[in-house]
């Protein structure tokens, strides 16, 4: 039994290398924001690439850019201050993680990455 929980331990470890990819989050921020679908900064709320937290961060502190989704200043306020990761995502009934892989295969298909 130990030696299946380090296996699982290594192979976890092996698969958690973190993506920094700027050109990536320029493309997010063009998105309208998930949550609202409010595009750019209409009505003073500038689109930012939210890093999902929570069950889909990979490492305290690690800001893996896949991971990241569209989000208005308003939302983004909501999630930090307000009502916490978790709690924003069930009350409006989405898990983001979907969305974010979907964004990030649109992305590398279409820079050929």
């Given at each position: 039994m130990r030696q299946n929980q380090h296996n699982l331990k290594a192979e976890m470890i092996s698969h958690s290398?973190?993506?920094k990819d700027k050109?990536?989050?320029m493309w997010v921020c063009e998105l309208p924001c998930y949550p609202c679908e409010i595009?750019?900064?209409?009505n003073y709320h500038m689109i930012v690439a939210h890093h999902l937290q929570g069950r889909n961060r990979i490492g305290m502190g690690l800001r893996h850019d896949p991971n990241s989704i569209p989000i208005c200043?308003?939302?983004?306020?909501q999630?930090?201050?307000k009502?916490?990761?978790r709690?924003?995502?069930d009350k409006?009934?989405?898990?983001?993680?979907?969305?974010?892989n979907e964004l990030y295969e649109q992305y590398k298909e279409r820079t050929n990455a």
């Open positions: 290398k973190v993506i050109k990536f989050l595009e750019g900064v209409s200043d308003f939302h983004h306020r999630i930090h201050e009502m916490g990761e709690n924003f995502w409006i009934g989405v898990e983001p993680i979907h969305y974010a």
